[in-house]
């Protein structure tokens, strides 16, 4: 087994686009994801502000809205130019001021103030539409209650009238709303699947392309696939716990729960990411489809998470794809320890939900005898297998 991994190591140094995904390609996508979301919060959305009223009501509407930090309104003369600067990416949300605003609220009528938002832009839609939502309707209830007060009503009383029941919200999870902590882990993870499966299927290509089947198949097939494993698995396993160190040690986002379950699981994770690859390598057995195909069961591996979409409201074949991908079942370990600390005993329930991926290790022993029996046939075949 020492001169497998040895074989694997020197193959390794030997390929540049390899040692590359190994090394410095992790750490220049963690540093380019943390740069993009530095902000932590989405600040100074432009939304176009179409004012038919014209009054004193609607410009200080609109003050509400500039005061807001995550809106930037700009000023339109009509709708459709409005929709327009939508269209084009200039704006993502549309708020339209209708005409006679004042007039119908001071005198008992139901004016409608329309809230438009580009939901291709999901988080930013949405964060704009709860954003003005609320200032018009602080600015709405400061009309109200100068109309309540001018009508006779005690200030206490109008105040009750206005807001009969209180509320209070509190986050759970991730309460300073710091898209940090929410967008960057599961990005991150997605992120460090793809890679994981590009450096392990670039492994076993490797053989295709330098014609080494051979020597793989006299080694032994399941011990060079081991060796492979135990070299790829803690270089993989490095990655994310240096991501982890950048996340909650260095950059001191919350962590409820221990750095060592999550490692557990993503050595689970990284074993169902291997069984995948090794069953469209068997079965493909050629080195630009593997990659291809690889990438494209990959490469959804965000949205399937249910961080930014419920996965439950996805179509049944959504969700099949979703149990194909190890990610899926890692994040919900994931979100468990950094929020609410879960141990280990729900930490080996979870793990339990991996029991499917037992099942690809009987398709990988017959496709590999399959490709064994083809090679060998195709060596007895060739001119020197005949001499």
Known sequence: MTSLIRRELKALWNDPWQFALVTYIPILGIISLWWLFSAGMPRQLPVAIVD???SQLSRMLARRIQAN???EPIGYQDIASAKRAMTQGEVYALVVLPYRLKRDLLTGHSPTIEIRYNSQFLLV???????????????????????QLALGVPKAQAEINLRPVT???TALYNSNSNYIGFLVPPVLLALGQLLAMLVFA???NRELRLNTMSEWFSLGTRRVLFAKMLVYTPLILLQGRFILAIL???????????????LVAQVAMLLAVWLLVLVIFFLLQDCARVIS??????????PFMGITFPTLDMPVLAQLWRKLMPSSHYIDTH???VSYGQGWDTLADQLINYWGFLFLIPVIIFLATRVKRAHLADQSLSPEGAK
């Open 202 to 204: 670039n492994s076993l």
């Open 248 to 262: 909650y040690q260095f950059l001191n986002l919350p962590l409820a729960g221990d750095f060592g379950l999550l």
């Open 335 to 337: 979100v468990g320890v």
């Open 293 to 302: 195909f690889c990438t494209a069961l990959f490469a959804p591996a965000f």
């Open 125 to 147: 839609g949405k964060l704009l539409s709860s954003q003005i939502q609320l200032s018009l309707a602080d600015g709405l209830l400061h009309v109200a209650s100068k109309k």
């Open 69 to 71: 930090p995550a809106a």
């Open 167 to 169: 509320s209070q919200t």
């Open 52 to 54: 038919h009223d014209q």
